[in-house]
């Protein structure tokens, strides 16, 4: 079931990119966001390269205080049964540049065919605004060793938020965007389409396997006894996909993230033609990679050197710097 290209609120883990809990009063139920009442107060970042921009602006109350909210615009992609309507309805076409049998052009569409996803965090913290905001880089190396003193450490110490991620596996929201399901409590999981993917297209498919059993942040507790898992996602997960959208095992990217964006075991499935958001070589670990890799050694990843990559304002950062290790 496609969603609506209507703004929504988007899924947050509370609070920072793992999700750590936070408290902040809710925005009253409503059917959109009242956009035509945002003031934009700036420009937290932007990407030419992915048709993004990402503000922060504040809806005024009643009181006249303002609530500040992250609104995320993004160009949608081509849907090919549109393009014979995109190029010949109400159309407009300005001449910006011709020589010899090169020309270029502004092309001006018609609102029913320049639509813009919008996402909307609302009411939003400092620690969203922060969280969209443009930051340096840094990559770590982190042994097994710094697992266990620094990053464990940090995890068990924060509370983290994933009551959305038990709301789908209980069928307590969103149980009608379920594309498959095996049930088994400990070798079992949910597909369900990601909120990046509006399932308009199949270029730039998204979904996302959810595992049943309880208790696996990440890769790090991975061993052999979790392979009947995930083994099942990979059989499972492909065999869904091709029935229900078409598209085959081999044209997939199947993968976790470390550090993953919430601490709840899940596997990302993506089209191989999608350059998704994480797919890069700091972050993403190729299912049949870990698969293999479990086989070989049940405590692999207890001991492997794993590379990610963190932004400055993220607290685990801090820890690195404080225990030397960046």
Same mark, same amino acid.
């Given at each position: 079931?496609?969603?609506?290209?209507?703004?929504?609120?988007?899924?947050?883990?509370?609070?920072?990119?793992?999700?750590?809990?936070?408290?902040?009063?809710?925005?009253?139920?409503?059917?959109?966001?009242?956009?035509?009442?945002?003031?934009?107060?700036?420009?937290?970042?932007?990407?030419?390269?992915?048709?993004?921009?990402?503000?922060?602006?504040?809806?005024?109350?009643?009181?006249?205080?303002?609530?500040?909210?992250?609104?995320?615009?993004?160009?949608?992609?081509?849907?090919?049964?549109?393009?014979?309507?995109?190029?010949?309805?109400?159309?407009?076409?300005?001449?910006?540049?011709?020589? =010899?049998?090169?020309?270029?052009?502004?092309?001006? &569409?018609?609102?029913? %065919?320049? *639509?813009? /996803?919008?996402?909307? +965090?609302?009411?939003?913290?400092?620690?969203?605004?922060?969280?969209?905001?443009?930051?340096?880089?840094?990559?770590?190396?982190?042994?097994?060793?710094?697992?266990?003193?620094?990053?464990?450490?940090?995890?068990?110490?924060?509370?983290?938020?994933?009551?959305?991620?038990?709301?789908?596996?209980?069928?307590?929201?969103?149980?009608?965007?379920?594309?498959?399901?095996?049930?088994?409590?400990?070798?079992?999981?949910?597909?369900?389409?990601?909120?990046?993917?509006?399932?308009?297209?199949?270029?730039?498919?998204?979904?996302?396997?959810?595992?049943?059993?309880?208790?696996?942040?990440?890769?790090? =507790?991975?061993?052999?006894?979790?392979?009947?898992? &995930?083994?099942?996602? %990979?059989? *499972?997960? /492909?065999?869904?996909? +091709?029935?229900?959208?078409?598209?085959?095992?081999?044209?997939?990217?199947?993968?976790?993230?470390?550090?993953?964006?919430?601490?709840?075991?899940?596997?990302?499935?993506?089209?191989?033609?999608?350059?998704?958001?994480?797919?890069?070589?700091?972050?993403?670990?190729?299912?049949?990679?870990?698969?293999?890799?479990?086989?070989?050694?049940?405590?692999?990843?207890?001991?492997?050197?794993?590379?990610?990559?963190?932004?400055?304002?993220?607290?685990?950062?801090?820890?690195?710097?404080?225990?030397?290790?960046?």
């Amino acid at each position: 079931m496609a969603e609506s290209p209507a703004p929504k609120r988007k899924r947050e883990e509370n609070e920072g990119e793992n999700g750590a809990a936070g408290s902040h009063e809710e925005a009253p139920a409503s059917d959109t966001f009242p956009l035509a009442e945002l003031s934009v107060r700036r420009v937290l970042r932007e990407s030419a390269r992915d048709k993004t921009i990402f503000l922060h602006g504040q809806v005024k109350g009643a009181s006249g205080d303002g609530s500040d909210a992250v609104v995320i615009l993004e160009k949608t992609p081509f849907q090919e049964e549109n393009v014979a309507e995109l190029l010949t309805k109400y159309t407009k076409l300005q001449l910006q540049m011709s020589n =010899d049998i090169y020309s270029t052009y502004r092309l001006f &569409l018609p609102p029913e %065919l320049n *639509e813009i /996803k919008t996402t909307v +965090v609302y009411p939003a913290t400092e620690k969203h605004l922060q969280k969209y905001l443009h930051q340096e880089v840094y990559l770590i190396q982190e042994t097994g060793e710094d697992y266990k003193n620094i990053t464990l450490p940090f995890i068990e110490s924060k509370s983290f938020s994933i009551q959305w991620v038990y709301n789908i596996l209980e069928k307590k929201a969103e149980a009608d965007r379920i594309i498959y399901e095996n049930p088994d409590p400990a070798n079992g999981f949910v597909l369900i389409p990601d909120l990046k993917w509006n399932q308009k297209q199949l270029d730039d498919l998204y979904l996302i396997a959810i595992c049943h059993c309880r208790g696996i942040k990440s890769l790090r =507790d991975l061993t052999a006894e979790h392979l009947p898992l &995930l083994r099942n996602i %990979l059989k *499972e997960g /492909k065999e869904a996909i +091709v029935k229900r959208f078409g598209i085959a095992g081999a044209q997939l990217r199947i993968y976790l993230h470390y550090q993953p964006s919430y601490y709840h075991l899940h596997v990302h499935f993506t089209a191989l033609s999608y350059d998704a958001p994480g797919c890069s070589v700091e972050r993403a670990h190729l299912l049949s990679d870990v698969i293999e890799n479990l086989e070989l050694n049940s405590q692999y990843y207890q001991k492997r050197t794993l590379t990610f990559a963190l932004r400055a304002d993220e607290p685990l950062l801090k820890k690195f710097q404080e225990s030397e290790r960046v």
